[in-house]
């Protein structure tokens, strides 16, 4: 999908966090969105996604709520 200013769309910080942002520039295959107040990102328009779903279903391993925050998907 194209991008445009404005528009709002989701990504996964550290495999871990759905953040929703809106799109402030689009440089080619790069996209500059802010989240926050005071923060902003660059990144790869493949990493933002229309929908918080989408977003999810990206994620590597979809853990799920253990007692131990140690548990890996081995």
Not at 19 to 27: D, K, L, R, S
Not at 45 to 54: G, I
């Amino acid at each position: 999908m194209k991008w445009k200013i404005g528009d709002t769309c989701y990504f996964v910080e550290n495999n871990y966090k759905i953040i929703q942002a809106t799109v402030t520039a689009v440089h080619g295959d790069f996209c500059v969105v802010k989240y926050g107040p005071n923060a902003g990102i660059r990144l790869r328009a493949s990493r933002l996604y229309q929908t918080p779903e989408d977003a999810h279903n990206s994620r590597i391993y979809h853990h799920q709520n253990h007692s131990n925050p140690y548990f890996y998907d081995h």
